[in-house]
């Protein structure tokens, strides 16, 4: 199973991203059934607040192991073909990508369960902080995610 | 021994430190670097801890060389 | 919250049906959080036998009604801001996609839960029947589709 | 009355007929409606059945005009 993990200080853009991704898995063609596909999008408001802007900072090394290891747990936990997660880090906007993640299986629930595990995991456990620039100017840290389930 | 301390995000700000390299005991927890690092403030209760960028849990004993990170709950995604 | 339901005899390139889809929703900029996808795709392979060619059939007015139904349904369960599904008909070939499946929301879990909610009701309730060449030319119907959950 | 009939995928290859328009008594039932237009053939276990486009049961009344359909289990996404 191929998995590729990026983290990325430039734009995202999920569809083209996944385009050229597939395009280059000659190997997985007429292999593949089903896609899960997860893209979360930056708001341009939280509790309660106009947010502006977003700073989004990881720990270098750590972020990306824990990501590969989130992945290989899925590998083993369902039958994927493969799996791709980018996630930005600096600076960012409203109405921008923050993350996509993406998993190609055989049949559809792999691809459903898996996709959902990889990013509840990575909302709960991957090294990712978030500081929100507020109308004001002012800036805040996010303290912690919503839960998913 | 010599161990390398990471702060991030909003604890990186409250300690008021990114990084530093601690003299600390041969026999020392996460906890103990800790104190060591952050200029006596006690750690919040719900910092998580990861050595060598593994999480554990503050009672992990560290090694010579160690690289101890502490932060604030994740917020990505 | 919108819902755009498509069944194509023409070609479906998931990605930039996304791509197109999100450029032309100005409105809805800076307020989704989530987008939860699915592709179905062909294989070359289905029940221990290759599969060159299928054809797939629909009941036009019931199959259109019915997706229009499930997606209304998935937007009082869930908090919704937007969803699109695109099924093909007609004849396809291996590594085409068949169906896509997307919803856009403000937090992930209603995104996930409506997007596999809605794909589970269109294998189990929407009248599409697919018909499969095999290598040797034959064709066979379908029986029926594998479970879900 | 008149109903109009329609049979799909493998079921329309097995009757041998797409469409037809059916005479039928005033009292009739979906199954009713299969009897007169499957050329006698008994209607298989499995079989969905719809009324004006909505699934119904067999034993569903009909309307003088419905449209009645029958087709094998889907198979689509």
Same mark, same amino acid.
């Given at each position: ?149 | 021994?010599?161990? %390398? !301390?990471?702060?991030? /995000? ?15 005991? &041969?026999?020392?927890?996460?906890? %103990? !670097?800790?104190?060591? /690092? ?15 960028? &593994? ?23």
């Amino acid at each position: 199973m191929g998995v590729r993990v990026e983290i990325r200080s430039g734009a995202l853009s999920p569809w083209e991203e996944l385009a050229g991704h597939e395009q280059a898995k000659t190997k997985l063609k007429g292999r593949i059934g089903a896609a899960g596909v997860f893209v979360g999008t930056m708001r341009d408001f939280n509790e309660a607040s106009d947010v502006t802007a977003m700073h989004l900072e990881h720990y270098p090394g750590m972020t990306e192991t824990h990501l590969q290891r989130i992945c290989a747990e899925a590998g083993e936990r369902w039958e994927l073909l493969d799996t791709l997660v980018v996630h930005r880090v600096g600076d960012l906007l409203p109405a921008e990508p923050i993350v996509l993640v993406a998993v190609w299986s055989e049949h559809r629930k792999d691809a459903f369960e898996a996709c959902r595990f990889i990013m509840e995991d990575l909302k709960s456990k991957a090294p990712f902080w978030k500081k929100e620039t507020l109308t004001d100017g002012s800036t805040r840290w996010v303290e912690k995610n919503t839960a998913g389930y | 021994m010599t161990v %390398d !301390v990471k702060f991030f /995000a909003s604890l990186r700000e409250q300690v008021g430190c990114e990084g530093a390299s601690v003299e600390i005991g &041969e026999v020392a927890t996460a906890a %103990d !670097v800790w104190l060591a /690092a952050a200029g006596g403030k006690p750690m919040p209760p719900n910092v998580l801890v990861a050595v060598n960028m &593994e999480y554990t849990d503050p009672n992990r004993e560290v090694k010579s060389g160690d690289e101890v990170a502490f932060f604030p709950p994740v917020t990505g995604g």
